[in-house]
Every structure is written in C-alpha cells, then in structure tokens.
C-alpha cells in the first residue's frame, strides 16, 4: 500500500505500478522545527524503482533524497523537488543520475502529491546511446542535414554537416517558430504537415546564404500505429549540381541563338558521327538535327570538297584534337558553300569533340574580289607606264606626219598614208589613254555620243577585221541614240567583244549585233550574240578577271573583256552574259540614254600670229623635243630647248624671263612640270604655261591644284599626248592670247 493513500485506493495503485515499465518513488515531506520543508524521504519505490537504482527496497526505503543529492547545490536536483512541492508545477527533465552505486541518464517527472512528491524516472542510457550514434552518423555526412520532426512539428533530432551552417544543429525540442521567420517557419510547418499525413515531397530549395538544397521529407511510421509518428527530413547541398545545370542552360540557349552551326561528335576510327546538332545546323545547310544523330561526319563533303583539308578535319575527329580549316562543303540540296570549320575536343567528355560551322561564302567573295582588285591595281601601274611611254612614240610619229601632211611638193599617195599614220595615231592615243585612264582609277572625262553613228562606223571595221567564214549582221534603230562616252570607247567595247565572238567560232557561225532602246526604261541595249561554243559554268563568273582566259593556249591574254567591264562601268551601265555550252553567248550591255545635244556653231579660226613668239620647251624624249622645235619653227616662233624641268628653270633664269610661252612635259627625270611652274611663280613670273603629257593629269601630285580653273593661276594649261598639231597650236595661241600675238 502507498502511504497517505487509503487501503483498498492504495493497494489497487501499488499493484498496477509495480507493473509498469517505468521506476516510481514515492517521498513523503520532513519537517523541520520550524514547520517548513526540510527534507524528502522515500516512503515508497516499485520494483522497476530498485532495479534502476541496483538497491534492495530495505535499503531505498526511508533514505532521504538530501543523501542523494545536496541540499545545497544551487538550482540541483533536490532544489527543484523542493520547488515541485511548493508550487505544485510538475517538472519533466533529463539529466545524470549519479548516485554511489549508479551513474546513468534518467528521464524523469516529478509532481505534487499530498504530504509528499511522486517521481517517475525511466532509464534512457540506452535512447542516449543510440542517439549519439545516429549523430556522430549524421554529423559525419558530407554536405547533407537530416532532421526528425513529432506529431507536433518539433525537432526530435537535427544533424549533418550543414547542420551547423543551416542554424539547426541544436534544435531538439524547438518548433520551427523558435528558430526561424516567419515565412521560413511557415514553410517548414507545411512540408511536414505534408509528411504526416503519409505523403513524401521531394523540392529543391535556395536557402538564404544563396545555397540550393535538394530535400525530401517522408512520413516516419510505427509498425505499432496505424498513422505517421513523425516526419524525417533529408537535405543534401547540390549548389553545384545547380550551378553547373544553370550554366549548361545557358550555353545551350547560347548555342541555340548562334548563328554558327555546331555539331558534337564522337571521336571514332570512322571519323566521328554525330550526338547532337544545335538548331542553327539547318539554317546553315538545310539538314534538320534530329535527323543527323549516328550519321558519319562525311555527310557534308561533296564533288566540290577539297580532298587533302577534309582528310586534315577527319583525322582531328577522330584524334580528338583540335584543327581549323576552310573549306567547301555541300548543304541537303547539294549546293556548296564555303565553311570555315573548327573543330575542338570537348574535355571530360569521353573522346567527344565539338565542329563549329561559319559560312563565309559572302566573306571569301569579299576577298576574292579584294585579291581581283589588287591585280587590278597592278595591272593598272604596269599599263600607265608602258602607255605613257608609248603615247610619247605616238606624239612623234603624229608629228612627223604632221610636218609633212601639208608641204606642196609631198605626193597625194603619200599624203593619204600620212592622214592614215595621223588616224591611227589618234586611234592609237584613244587606247592608250583608256590604259592611263585605268592606271589612275580616274574617270575618262565623258562627251555625248550617237552611239547608232558609232556602231554603223565601227561595223565596217569589223566587217574588214573578222574571218572569211564569220558572218555579221548589224541591226540598228532609225533615230540616233545619244550616250556619255569617252572617246574611242564605244570601238573598244564592240571589237573585243566581236573579236572575243569570233574566237569562240573556229568553224565559222555568224554573229549578230543589234542596237535595242528602252525609251520606258530610258536605257539602250547592245547585244551581241554568237553561235559559237559557249562558255562553261565554271569560268562564267570569272571572265571579266583580268588576265583570266580559257585560249591560253592560243595567246589569249584575259584583258579583252576586263577592258569591256572597266569601260561598261565607267558608263554607268552593266554588262550581262548569257551563255550555255554548245547553244552560243550572248552579251548584254545595258546603257542610260541622254538627251539629244545641242550643236554649237562653228568657231572661226584665230588669225596667224603677227609676230614671232618666244618660246621655252621643256621635253626629256630627244625624238619628241625635235619634232616640236621644227614644228614651233615652222610657225614662225624661236624655241630654246632644254632636257627637262630643272634645265628649263636655268635657262629661264639666265635669259631673265625673255620668252613668252613655255611649254613643259609633265613627267621628266629631271624635274618635273609642276615644280616648273613653282619655280616661275615663286619668281614673280605670270607667263602662260602649256603642259603636255602622256599622263592622265590627276596621277600627278600637284597637278590638280594648278589646272583647277578657280585657282589664283589660271594662264596654265594641259595637252594629252598624243595631240594633234592644230590642237597644240590653238592651245598655245590661247595661251598667249591675242594681245601678244599682235
């Protein structure tokens, strides 16, 4: 029976917890003299009791709990019984039973009774045990917390590595309330409310030191309750993972809106075949990814990809290496295009690497067309010096036919050659100066030109020029069809392209010229048609390069059609081919149409000079100053000589200014024309100049300034050689002016 309980009450209740799992003491209060509580003393103790403590009940029964534990240890044991009995609040509390014989973790409840205390104590040695187990388990895994939760949402237990870092390595017994805010809090409340009701979630969660956790929580189930007794939470750091995923994303999303085709292969003895392709792969060559994954790389070579590079790009697929070439490949259509391919092995891939396709077909036309326009440009200098020198062999011969034309005594038979020689010359002139013209890169200075007139002129040329079995056939419109052309163009353009018309006949066949205007278009169109050869796919788009031919071996220089191109665009027409193997060519230039323009009444002729003038020539070619001195003789005017610019300046100098002309080539060994005339003008001369040159006059440095007509020196003029003698008569006489011819 338990004292101060009635018999039966406490013989019934003595009987049941001798019973229980559980130890139970029973204290009675000990008064001290003055009344108050001195002491407890066990009155009472179940089986469980004595086991727990290792005691007989003789020797637990009536042993004070101040033997026990000291009356004295402030905030102990007995202090906190003591404050049970007083205030009737139960305690509930885990601690170390150390008593003499024993030393154990007990768990404990002590509560008020009348005249005494109750206590229960279980022994939970065995719980401590495990728990420190399941920690030291827990601490010890790598970036990962795990944590249990009660019915009530309370930590039962927390640990891990990122235990500490998350703020819950000592949350036991806490509700997610007193350890984060409230959103946090709440957040957590749902997940577990979750767990308890038996369903497991899986999330993956950023925390607030920016980490990214991936977390699942589970019901925790009794085999001994129908429902979850609790809830386990598992959370392992997968930042990188994360990251890395993030990164990959944008890569893709990169790759995806490249323009750049790219390819993953694998590094294989057949020479990769394709893991994946990124959506530009069709755009670039028209095949669709999802059709290429286990095709070779060979797939985009063709008839037209360079054997020796795509054998370099397949042996670096399948080394794994890295190689970058450009060349030809074939899209689905089996167009080419030129690719610049990049091929880069792909680390920690298992022998994979990556091929970047770039088309740059419209880059290697730019550069095809640079290169043409270097040779171009070297064409060009190398055609101004052999015309300039050449136009000073024209101005002597034009000269010397000059001299003779017009004398008395010369034969008519002769005289018609030297009008002949005197033609040609011009012809001649005409040509070189297209060279020159081109060498500059300056525009010959345009004129209105019946280009109807020109051609009927020119079809009696041609008729005389073309072969026996070659038959021409003109078709012309009855009005006249005024152009912007510059002199001897229009014989240029029609005699190569019929003499290239030929050449492309040596059986025979005809060709047909016809003039056709466009009045709705206001353009006119000369076309010539053969019925020769053709010309094949893979020279077309190449035969106005210069020095490009296909007659090499029959002398053919490729300048013939390059000239034509030069002149055609100088027009500010096109000039189109249309031509099929075997089914003959046809050229098309096309051409703006002005005006009719007005004829300007005739000039009369300047009267002969009244007296002799004096004049200062300045020409380094001994065959041209020649010819110029008799030809200034024999008009009547004296002529000093000199060999070139500086000479000319001396003699100037020596005579003090006697001469009332001085006419100068441009271009001398020993001083050119333009530094003669500085040096005139630094001495204060205003002496009319003539310039005359083989040279178009903007290839000279300085020669713009002093030909421009709204410069302070406007008494200097400019001749092209070859010239005419009249013409260089007339300039020199304007140049004078009237006042001094008298």
């Known amino acids: 029976m338990i004292p101060g309980i009635s018999a039966e009450p406490g013989e019934l209740l003595a009987t049941i917890l001798e019973g229980a799992q559980d130890a139970w003491f029973v204290y009675e209060a000990v008064s001290d003299a003055a009344g108050g509580t001195a002491d407890f003393r066990i009155v009472w103790v179940n089986e469980q009791g004595l086991r727990l403590v290792e005691q007989d009940r003789s020797r637990v029964e009536g042993l004070l709990l101040s033997a026990v534990f000291p009356r004295d240890e402030e905030g102990g044991v007995f202090q906190r019984c003591l404050k049970v009995f007083e205030t009737g609040v139960p305690l509930e509390e885990t601690f170390l039973l150390r008593g003499r014989v024993v030393e154990r973790w007990v768990r404990h409840r002590v509560v008020a009774v009348p005249g005494g205390i109750a206590v229960t104590s279980r022994d939970v040695e065995d719980d401590r045990r495990r728990q420190a187990v399941y920690r030291t388990i827990l601490d010890a895994l790598p970036g990962a917390v795990v944590a249990a939760f009660d019915r009530r949402g309370r930590w039962t237990l ?21 350890v984060f805010p409230p959103a946090a809090a709440s957040r957590i409340r749902r997940l577990v409310a979750r767990a308890l009701a038996g369903e497991s979630v899986s999330l993956t969660a950023r925390t607030n030191d920016g980490r990214w956790l991936d977390n699942r929580l589970v019901p925790l189930v009794d085999p001994g309750h129908t429902a979850p007794v609790g809830a386990v939470a598992f959370g392992v750091d997968v930042t990188a993972r994360v990251e890395a995923e993030d990164e990959l994303r944008m890569w893709t999303r990169a790759v995806a809106a490249a323009e750049q085709a790219v390819l993953v292969l694998d590094a294989e003895t057949s020479g990769g075949r394709v893991r994946m392709a990124s959506p530009a792969f069709q755009a670039v060559t028209g095949y669709r990814p999802q059709e290429l994954v286990g095709q070779p790389w060979g797939f985009l070579e063709g008839p037209a990809t360079e054997t020796r590079v795509a054998g370099r790009i397949r042996a ?19 167009s080419a295009f030129r690719a610049e391919v990049s091929v880069a092995p792909m680390d920690g891939e298992g022998g994979k690497v990556a091929v970047v396709l770039r088309d740059v077909t419209a880059e290697h036309t730019l550069r095809e067309e640079s290169e043409r326009s270097r040779r171009l440009t070297a064409l060009g200098r190398m055609a101004g010096g052999m015309a300039h020198d050449v136009r000073n062999l024209l101005t002597g011969i034009s000269m010397l036919a000059e001299l003779w034309v017009d004398q008395a005594d010369v034969p008519d038979d002769l005289r018609a050659d030297l009008v002949q020689i005197r033609e040609l010359v011009r012809r001649g002139g005409s040509l070189t100066g297209q060279l020159l013209e081109f060498a500059s890169n300056e525009m010959v200075l345009p004129e209105p030109v019946d280009l109807r007139a020109e051609v009927g002129r020119v079809e009696a040329l041609l008729r005389r ?8 056939a003109v078709r012309l419109p009855p009005e006249p069809v005024w152009i912007l052309s510059g002199a001897g163009q229009v014989d240029q353009v029609l005699v190569n392209l019929c003499v290239n018309a030929q050449d492309a006949q040596p059986q025979g066949g005809s060709i047909t010229l016809a003039l056709v205007v466009e009045p709705e278009r206001g353009e006119v169109e000369l076309r010539i048609r053969d019925t020769g050869c053709g010309i094949p796919a893979s020279a077309r788009d190449r035969i ?21 191109y030069g002149i055609v665009q100088q027009w500010g027409g096109r000039i189109d081919v249309d031509s099929e193997p075997g089914l003959g060519t046809t050229f098309t230039v096309t051409l703006p149409v002005i005006e009719s323009p007005e004829e300007d009444e005739p000039e009369e002729a300047p009267a002969a000079p009244a007296r002799t003038l004096r004049v200062l020539l300045a020409e380094d070619d001994p065959s041209v100053r020649r010819a110029l001195q008799r030809i200034f003789h024999a008009q009547g005017w004296s002529v000093a000589e000199a060999s070139g610019g500086r000479a000319a300046a001396a003699l100037w100098d020596e005579g003090n200014g006697a001469f009332d002309v001085v006419v100068s080539d441009v271009l001398m060994p020993d001083g050119n024309g333009v530094e003669l005339v500085h040096h005139l003008r630094d001495g204060g001369a ?17 020669m713009d300034r002093i030909l421009d007509p709204g410069s302070a020196d406007a008494r200097v003029r400019f001749v092209a050689k070859p010239f005419a003698l009249p013409e260089l008569i007339q300039q020199v006489r304007d140049a004078v002016g009237p006042d001094q011819l008298g």
Do not use: C, K, N, W
């Open 158 to 178: 927390s640990g891990g590595e990122l235990a500490e870092e998350l703020g819950v390595a000592s949350v036991a017994g806490r509700a997610p309330e007193e």
């Open 316 to 334: 670096a697929i399948r080394a794994g290496q890295g190689a970058r070439a450009e060349m030809r490949l074939h899209r689905a259509d089996g």
């Open 465 to 472: 020029t073309l072969r026996d079995d070659i038959s021409l």
């Open 544 to 564: 106005f390069e210069p020095f490009f031919t296909t007659r090499a071996e029959e002398g053919g220089t490729g300048l013939g059609l390059a000239s034509v």
């Open 686 to 702: 205003s002496v009319p100049v003539v310039l005359v040159s083989g040279y178009a006059p903007r290839t000279v440095p300085g």
